[in-house]
């Protein structure tokens, strides 16, 4: 689960942060060399820093992570402009990293850099189907105007990885603005099937307390998982997950087994009916642009707060990111929104919502 999100209306760049009283000229620049944010991860991550130490690298990280808001608002601009072509109903949402993903990645990867990491800003176009996400990507790969660069791209559906991820991820380099050139910006696109399984993934993992995201955890879960993605992959006629039987009756009853051994269905639907507060608390909810969500699996609360302006989203946010940064059952996130059904069904796992995910496993299984 990522940080900052934007699921924003059809409004040039400009408009969008007007709106939230925030000037163009407000958008965080760099402040940092390269060789200073990456020496700033390595502090992070050392467990041996200074509390003094930490407290600057952590000034640096936000820096970082803030100037990629720029770049990222212009490409999901063209985005948003482009989906609504290709798809009735496409959600697009828009993201910067969150620090505990930014300190797993940097654990977890020896030798990764913070200054090299391509995700820091993330842009996410959910389709109805991978004939829409095939034609969004064909048009910016062939015949997008867009200035900045593609550098790469992971066919994630023609090449599902092991662990049954699948969609199609786009990085490119920002070109524009002098002050933000150079900075990485991926682009996620994926069908609403592969969305409700790789959220039901962060779903499960949260619950579990298992990096399953990582293909870190139960060997059960892992496998159940990668047998689902491929069960969708036949009904979306895509490529199954490697090593997942490739006969359609084979893979029916490990599936099953797999089911009824985690009890999946059952487990999933109970996550759904322990976040009554959700509904409670956004009762008040009057159509805010900006809401900071906490999400506490002790106690199975979700916390909304709602926010006129930008600046002091951000630093609630930050400092609240700060407090429960040594709690692994606690999650933060600062969401930007047209509308909270459009927020729900871009980041159902804050909301513990695996209905979409139930439907298909029970199809599959039927």
């Not at 991820?169 to 592969?194: A, F, M």
């Not at 979306?236 to 490697?242: N, S």
Request: charged share 25%; proline share 4%; aromatic share 8%.
């Amino acid at each position: 689960m990522d940080a900052l999100v934007a699921v924003c209306p059809d409004l040039g760049v400009a408009n969008d942060y007007d709106e939230l009283g925030l000037h163009p000229m407000s958008w965080v620049k760099p402040e940092y060399s390269r060789s200073s944010v990456d020496k700033a991860g390595r502090t992070y991550v050392d467990g041996q820093a200074s509390a003094e130490e930490r407290e600057m690298a952590l000034a640096i990280i936000n820096n970082w992570r803030s100037s990629h808001s720029y770049p990222l608002n212009a490409l999901q601009a063209v985005i948003r402009n482009k989906v609504a072509k290709v798809d009735a109903d496409p959600t697009v949402a828009q993201r910067i990293k969150r620090l505990p993903s930014i300190r797993h990645k940097l654990e977890r990867f020896e030798g990764m850099k913070l200054s090299r990491m391509q995700d820091i800003g993330g842009c996410r176009a959910v389709l109805s189907s991978v004939d829409a996400v095939e034609e969004l990507v064909s048009f910016y790969k062939t015949k997008s105007r867009m200035k900045h660069q593609l550098i790469r791209e992971d066919p994630y559906i023609r090449a599902p990885k092991e662990t049954g991820y699948r969609g199609v991820h786009l990085v490119y380099r920002y070109e524009g603005q002098p002050d933000w050139d150079g900075l990485k910006i991926e682009i996620q696109v994926r069908s609403r099937l592969q969305h409700a399984w790789a959220t039901a993934v962060e779903t499960v993992g949260a619950f579990t307390q298992q990096a399953l995201k990582s293909s870190l955890g139960s060997d059960d879960w892992l496998r159940f998982f990668a047998l689902m993605s491929s069960a969708l992959a036949l009904r979306e006629q895509t490529p199954l997950v490697p090593g997942t039987p490739e006969d359609a009756g084979a893979l029916t009853n490990e599936l099953r087994s797999a089911v009824k051994k985690l009890k999946v269905i059952e487990r999933l639907k109970g996550y759904g009916t322990t976040l009554q507060y959700v509904e409670k608390t956004m009762e008040g909810v009057k159509g805010g642009h900006l809401f900071l969500l906490d999400l506490d699996l002790d106690t199975q609360e979700l916390t909304l707060w709602d926010f006129e302006n930008a600046v002091q989203a951000v630093e609630q946010y930050e400092a609240l990111e700060r407090a429960i940064v040594d709690q692994s059952n606690r999650d933060a996130v600062l969401v930007q929104v047209e509308s909270i059904t459009a927020l729900q069904r871009a980041y159902p796992n804050y909301f513990l919502d695996t209905t979409a995910f139930v439907d298909s496993v029970e199809a599959a299984i039927a």
